[in-house]
């Protein structure tokens, strides 16, 4: 096949080019192919924008959205108070954004375990608030 370059290219280069002639070819679409590919996608697309919009107007998935955005800055809220192991009933309040009457009857009611200091202050563990911040969230699911 290379007869006449013989003198010009030496044996590695020859296997380099018979490597490259062998190797499977790039397949590259057609302009069709490409435009129907492409009109496929601008379909998909509109119809993706479509479902968006109506589950936007959908009010139980607001109602959702608003308590995962209220969630989500309970957490941050969390963040703060890591490093303590108890928690007041002023810093739960403050977290669930509700008052201390609300986390009091929580408490009373079996929702949120808490113990009490030798002072008589209720003091709830954090491990109690994260375990309520996962139910919260598993309620979320829809």
Do not use: C
């Amino acid at each position: 096949m290379f007869e006449e370059y013989e003198e010009e290219i030496g044996e590695e280069e020859e296997e380099l080019i018979e490597w490259l002639l062998k190797r499977p070819r790039i397949y590259v679409p057609s302009k069709e192919e490409q435009r129907e590919r492409n009109m496929l996608l601008r379909k998909r697309w509109k119809e993706f924008v479509e479902e968006q919009k109506r589950l936007a107007r959908d009010p139980k998935v607001q109602s959702i959205v608003a308590q995962g955005l209220e969630l989500q800055s309970i957490i941050e809220e969390l963040d703060e108070h890591m490093d303590e192991e108890y928690l007041s009933v002023g810093k739960v309040a403050k977290i669930f954004k509700v008052s201390t009457e609300a986390i009091r009857k929580w408490i009373e009611k079996g929702k949120l375990r808490a113990i009490r200091t030798v002072g008589g202050h209720r003091r709830i563990p954090k491990n109690e608030v994260i375990r309520l911040l996962k139910k919260l969230n598993e309620d979320l699911v829809f």
